[in-house]
């Protein structure tokens, strides 16, 4: 714990062991576990899908808490002035809360897309044309309303906090769930990424990462978020054609 009180030890410590979990997961397909969070069946049993979740959970948790340390450091400092460091952790544990609830809807959607049968047995989706529209679809959220107030939100902290200040550990917790709803809203569609390039693709994982710290963290990180966009629209266009 730093003096500002940001764990930065901790938070690394544990970002890294949720990274080293999708790398075994991602490098060890053959192993009964990793088969079992990637059912290649159109019907899945209770047990596999729990593990879809758990895995989906881990694998936002890992996405996602590099991108969100600037609003973690900045209310760690916040608290730390009041000697309420411990709320830190209520904060981080809310914010993966919501991307926990977003990898129901997830797993949710690789069921639906497996009993379809249009994703293959590596959970890509096999249809150009479908892949091309997803694309599309993805490109063109980037431009939304939506879109640019969750991603103006979430780059900045000291406006998030102005206007959705909690006290104790209770009003940690719900502006730590108030803030990934907003990452949430910002980076659902970027997600949905994964069923073009494979679920379980840690290449598609470490850019989908990049992509979203790129867009939060940096100077003109809204701009670059539309050029993006605009890619992936051009992209889907011309998978979509071909």
């Known amino acids: 714990m730093t003096r500002s009180g940001f764990p930065a030890f901790q938070l690394a410590a544990f970002t890294a062991l949720l990274w080293a979990l999708v790398l075994l997961s991602t490098n060890n397909m053959d192993q009964p576990i990793v088969r079992l969070m990637m059912p290649m069946q159109k019907s899945w049993s209770r047990t596999q899908a729990i593990l879809v979740i758990v895995m989906w959970a ?18 760690a400092r916040i608290v730390s002035r009041k000697g309420q460091v411990r709320n830190v952790w209520a904060f981080v544990a809310a914010y993966l809360v919501a991307w926990s609830l977003f990898s129901f809807a997830a ?49 900045t902290p000291a406006g998030f906090f102005t206007s959705h200040w909690r006290e104790g550990l209770s009003g940690a917790f719900r502006m730590g769930l108030s803030h990934g709803v907003f990452c949430v809203g910002c980076c659902w569609a970027l997600m949905a990424l994964l069923f073009v390039f494979g679920v379980m693709n840690l290449a598609a994982i470490s850019l989908i990462t990049g992509a979203v710290i790129v867009e939060k963290t940096l100077p003109y990180g809204d701009l670059l978020a539309r050029i993006g966009g605009t890619a992936l629209i051009l992209w889907g266009g011309l998978l979509f054609v071909a």
């Open 107 to 155: 797993a949710a959607a690789q069921w639906s897309l497996q009993a379809s049968g249009v994703l293959s047995h590596m959970l890509v989706i096999k249809d150009r044309t479908a892949a091309g529209g997803l694309l599309v679809l993805i490109g063109l959220s980037q431009w939304t309303t939506l879109k640019d107030t969750c991603l103006n939100t979430c780059r």
């Open 58 to 75: 881990v694998m936002m948790a890992a996405m996602m808490l590099p991108s969100a340390l600037p609003m973690v450091k900045t209310y």
